[in-house]
Nanobody, 122 residues
Framework: QVQLVESGGGLVQPGGSLRLSCAASGGMFSSYAMGWFRQAPGKEREFVTAINWSGSNTIYADSVKGRFTISRDNAKNTVYLEMNNLKPEDTAVYFC???????????????WGQGTQVTVSS
């Protein structure tokens, strides 16, 4: 059983940046693909990005491509989401997820964190 705890959310102005972190415990972190999802008020949870176990492969939703970067540090059992050029439509609760899979396409997450709020507003 993997436990995930997100941090780093907050209020930022449009065009600003934030870095989210997700600390994992209770499992072999390096054996999991990791990902981020988000859920805006009144909308369904949507996929944002995922990274494979080694960090050598990543995928992104079209809406964040070129602005967001996912990375991981297996020595620290942590995955990061660097978010740049933030837009009001990025406002959502961001969730970290883990799944034991090799192929990133189709990543849906088996283990979830509690989420961290990101608000982009002037």
């Amino acid at each position: 059983q993997v436990q995930l705890v997100e941090s780093g959310g907050g209020l930022v102005q449009p065009g600003g940046s934030l870095r989210l972190s997700c600390a994992a415990s209770g499992g072999m972190f390096s054996s999991y693909a990791m990902g981020w999802f988000r859920q805006a008020p009144g909308k369904e949870r949507e996929f944002v990005t995922a990274i494979n176990w080694s960090g050598s492969n990543t995928i992104y939703a079209d809406s964040v491509k070129g602005r967001f970067t996912i990375s991981r540090d297996n020595a620290k059992n942590t995955v990061y989401l660097e978010m740049n050029n933030l837009k009001p439509e990025d406002t959502a609760v961001y969730f970290c997820a883990a799944e034991a899979r090799l192929v990133l396409r189709g990543f849906t997450g088996d283990y979830w964190g509690q989420g961290t709020q990101v608000t982009v507003s002037s």
